[in-house]
Antibody, heavy 126, light 110 residues
Framework: QLQLQQSGPGLVKPSETLSLTCTVSGGSFSSSPWYWGWIRQPPGRGLEWIGSISYTGNTYDNPSLRSRLIMSVDSSKNQFSLKLNSVTAADTAVYYC??????????????????WGQGTLVAVSS | QSVLTQPPSISAAPGQKVAISCSGSNSNIGNSYVTWYQQLPGTAPKLLIYENNKRPSEIPDRFSGSKSGTSATLVITGLQTADEAEYHCGVWDSSLRSEVFGGGTMLTVL
């Protein structure tokens, strides 16, 4: 079955770049109608959608994070990645990768988390 | 401060029924589909309900969702201790151009 395996450092220094990768197995990566998303959860708080990317590189993102966010895909490796620049302590959170439908097209179910990775706790600290 | 409003916590006894509310506005719940997620302690969230009231095949029919106006409700019947979890609602907000979530509701099954 579909598995999303996250990788990346658990500690990032303030002002540096947070980088995470999600490797997909057990399902088709380079096909419609899938989008590959990122969601985070600060300690003791609710979920926050970061953004989503298709295998063609089309992106949707949270306007509040857009200026610091870079998302990319590597179809040859069935991977997608997140980079968040200029991090502060407020970016400390558990980060999740997800798979969901292209609901923006109007043809598929809504929701940004139909399948989830295991989560990665990223702490921003010097 | 979350865009959607959920009660922080709720509790009930095994076998009982609970309803978890999710309140929003015309720019989100009022014109889009609500999704619910279940997050067991120490684990990633899992899809529970999508498009207001549809269940993935592996989710038991004890879980149901509904929407009316700018609010949505998750109902769980026949509560089990295994249902102890945090429940999150989410929806696309057409004004913010972003998926938004509630703050989560912690369900305790006493």
């Amino acid at each position: 079955q579909l598995q999303l395996q996250q990788s990346g450092p658990g500690l990032v220094k303030p002002s540096e770049t947070l980088s995470l990768t999600c490797t997909v197995s057990g399902g088709s990566f380079s096909s419609s109608p899938w989008y590959w998303g990122w969601i985070r959860q600060p300690p003791g708080r609710g979920l926050e959608w970061i953004g989503s990317i298709s295998y063609t590189g089309n992106t949707y993102d949270n306007p509040s994070l857009r200026s610091r966010l870079i998302m990319s895909v590597d179809s040859s490796k069935n991977q997608f990645s997140l980079k968040l620049n200029s991090v502060t302590a407020a970016d400390t959170a558990v980060y999740y990768c997800t798979r969901h439908y292209d609901f923006w097209s109007g043809y598929y179910p809504h929701g940004v988390g139909h399948h989830w990775g295991q989560g990665t706790l990223v702490a921003v600290s010097s | 401060q979350s865009v959607l409003t959920q009660p922080p916590s709720i509790s009930a006894a095994p076998g009982q029924k609970v309803a978890i509310s999710c309140s929003g506005s015309n720019s989100n719940i009022g014109n889009s589909y609500v999704t619910w997620y279940q997050q067991l302690p120490g684990t990633a969230p899992k899809l529970l309900i999508y498009e207001n009231n549809k269940r993935p095949s592996e989710i038991p029919d004890r879980f149901s969702g509904s929407k009316s106006g700018t609010s949505a409700t998750l109902v769980i019947t026949g509560l089990q201790t295994a249902d102890e979890a945090e429940y999150h609602c989410g929806v696309w907000d057409s004004s913010l151009r972003s998926e938004v979530f509630g703050g989560g509701t912690m369900l305790t099954v006493l």
